[in-house]
């Protein structure tokens, strides 16, 4: 699975951006994929993860409310959907994708996009 993530950029406080996670590989539409970023001198932390149905989705508790993720597997893609963006919301952004249910560590997951940057100004 090779992942391309997309959507970042620069938002004011209170904004919001689509980020979207485009795939190839016929595994795709059976592997979870997660969202996780990397912020400014701080380690990569989970953001959010569904499941390869869409059927099942966890979300980090700094984001809950916000932030929502989703896929549609006939155009092999999964968007993370970020309202009521924060400048503690800053990082680079990536998506991650692996077999079986989806997870919260980034050790779990298998194959890494190169993320998107997301920047957001106070």
């Known amino acids: 699975v090779q992942l391309q993530a997309s959507g970042g950029g620069l938002v004011q406080a209170g904004g919001f951006l689509r980020l979207s996670c485009a795939a190839s590989?016929?595994?795709?539409?059976?592997?979870?994929v997660g969202w996780f970023r990397q912020g400014p001198g701080k380690e990569r932390e989970f953001v959010a993860a569904?499941?390869?149905?869409?059927?099942?989705?966890v979300h980090a508790d700094s984001v809950k409310g916000r932030f929502f993720i989703s896929r549609d597997n006939g155009k092999n893609t999964v968007y993370l959907q970020m309202v009521s963006l924060k400048p503690e919301d800053t990082a680079v952004y990536y998506c991650a994708a692996k077999t079986g249910v989806p997870r919260k560590v980034a050790p779990d997951y298998n194959y890494w996009g190169q993320g998107t940057q997301v920047t957001v100004s106070s």
């Open positions: 590989g016929r595994t795709f539409s059976s592997s979870a």
């Open positions: 569904i499941s390869w149905s869409g059927s099942s989705t």
